[in-house]
Nanobody, 128 residues
Framework: QVQLIESGGGLVEAGGSLSLSCVATGRTPSTYAMGWFRQAPGKECEFVASVSWSGRMIYYTDSVKGRFTISRGDLKNTTYLQMDSLKPEDTATYYC?????????????????????RGQGTQVTVSS
């Protein structure tokens, strides 16, 4: 079983920056994509960004393009989400995901997967 440990959330003013980290441990597949989803109170779980094992395939939801940057660590079991120019609408709990079959949902307009937004996650709050 794979364990995902998210960190880096917090409170920031609009226009500010935060960086999230996620480490995958346990019985990870030999290769896997990693990504981020988020869920705001009263809203559905939504895809934010994903990065392939090689780091060459990267996807963002439209609302974060140009503001967020996802990357993969050198050891491959870590992903980072650099969030700049944050807006109040970015306020949500952010959840990390790792999967060796990401194609159907770890992309913009992919399959709806509410089960991804479960667990502890890391809270991001952007004040106006």
């Amino acid at each position: 079983q794979v364990q995902l440990i998210e960190s880096g959330g917090g409170l920031v003013e609009a226009g500010g920056s935060l960086s999230l980290s996620c480490v995958a441990t346990g019985r990870t597949p030999s290769t896997y994509a990693m990504g981020w989803f988020r869920q705001a109170p009263g809203k559905e779980c939504e895809f934010v960004a994903s990065v392939s094992w090689s780091g060459r395939m990267i996807y963002y939801t439209d609302s974060v393009k140009g503001r967020f940057t996802i990357s993969r660590g050198d050891l491959k079991n870590t992903t980072y989400l650099q969030m700049d120019s944050l807006k109040p609408e970015d306020t949500a709990t952010y959840y990390c995901v790792a999967d060796d079959h990401p194609a159907r949902y770890m992309v913009p307009t992919g399959d709806f997967r509410p089960d991804v937004c479960r667990g502890q996650g890391t809270q991001v709050t952007v004040s106006s």
